[in-house]
Each structure stands twice: as structure tokens, then as C-alpha cells.
């Protein structure tokens, strides 16, 4: 079994920074591929940023790109999303997922691919 924990969201001024963590227990098998996700009110759960251990490329979303940074710390089983230069549309509640599965190659998969995931930490970002 494989139980995540996220951590770090709150309350942010438009252009501040926050860091997530995302604590994992459980076998490295099955969190070999991780990811960040966020879903805001009346929207579908979208993948932000990915990686997997190893040292294969992390993937972001279009929408973050140059101001989030994923990494993982795999002698602590953590994962963290460094969120700078936030904006208004980042609002939302951010999930930590794991695959399951040893997956090597680049990308968030399709959400419905995670088999498990954190209870979400909820980002606000205010003007």
C-alpha cells in the first residue's frame, strides 16, 4: 500500500511562491513515476508536472512551464512542486499521485492512470 500526504498550500499574493511536499510510504516500485495534479472548481483534474526516478525529464504543463519545478528527494520518499511567479488561474487543489508502476518515460499520464493519490492541499492565489 502506498500512502501519499501533501503539504505546503495556503493562502498567496499574485506573484509569490509556494512549495509543496508530498510524502510517499510505501514500495519505490510503485512510486517510481509521480506527478503533481490541480483542479479548480467546475474544471476536470489536470496534470501539472511529473517525473520519475532515475533522472528521466520532468514534464510540465504549458500553463506552468518556467515557473513550477518538480523534484523529488527519493532518500526521503518526497516529493516537491516549487511554485513561483503565482497567478490568479493557479487557484485550485493540488494532488499528489503516484503510478503504481515503474514508468520511464516522459509526461503526466491520464489522471485515470494514477492509481493512487494524496487528499489534496488547496492553493489560493489572491490579487
Known amino acids: 500500500v502506498v500512502r501519499l500526504r501533501e503539504s505546503g498550500g495556503g493562502p498567496v499574493q499574485a506573484g509569490g511562491s509556494l512549495r509543496l511536499s508530498c510524502e510517499a510510504s510505501g514500495d519505490s516500485r510503485r512510486t517510481h513515476h509521480m506527478g503533481w495534479f490541480r483542479q479548480a472548481p467546475g474544471k476536470e483534474r489536470e496534470g501539472v508536472a511529473c517525473?520519475?526516478?532515475?533522472?528521466?525529464?520532468?514534464y510540465y504543463a504549458d500553463s506552468v512551464k518556467g515557473r513550477f519545478t518538480i523534484s523529488r528527494d527519493n532518500a526521503k520518499n518526497t516529493l516537491y512542486l516549487q511554485m513561483n511567479s503565482l497567478k490568479l488561474e493557479d487557484n485550485a487543489m493540488y494532488f499528489c499521485a503516484a503510478l503504481g508502476r515503474v514508468f520511464y518515460g516522459v509526461g503526466c499520464l491520464p489522471r485515470t492512470a494514477y492509481y493512487y493519490w494524496g487528499q489534496g492541499t488547496q492553493v489560493t492565489v489572491s490579487s
Open positions: 517525473i520519475s526516478s532515475g533522472g528521466s525529464l520532468p
